[in-house]
């Protein structure tokens, strides 16, 4: 089956936490040919499958700076929150890598 021309490289997403803000950084994660265009979309929830902290489509970046909630109405004590990005190649095959980030 093909997925994307992105492959995992084995890194996990690189993660920065000053205060409430963490920042993501998932350029080490994918492999991809370096001529094909990618384009990332990254969600964060505080729950599994949720976007109630971040729903970024269609990035050229790898980075991105998060504002950690102390509470949200979906979670009133987050404890972890869970990070999908996909990568989205220009035929439109996608990879998916998930993670979780404990608070």
Request: include cysteine.
């Amino acid at each position: 089956m093909l997925t994307c021309n992105a492959i995992f490289t084995g890194n996990a997403i690189v993660t920065t936490r000053d205060g409430q803000k963490l920042t993501l950084d998932w350029g080490g994660v994918f492999n991809h040919l370096p001529d094909v265009p990618v384009a990332y979309s990254v969600v964060v929830g505080t729950l599994d499958g949720y976007t109630d902290v971040l729903d970024l489509s269609y990035t050229s970046g790898h980075t991105h700076d998060v504002i950690v909630p102390t509470e949200t109405l979906l979670t009133p004590n987050p404890t972890e929150l869970f990070v999908k990005v996909t990568c989205t190649d220009v035929t439109g095959l996608s990879t998916l890598f998930e993670t979780t980030y404990k608070l």
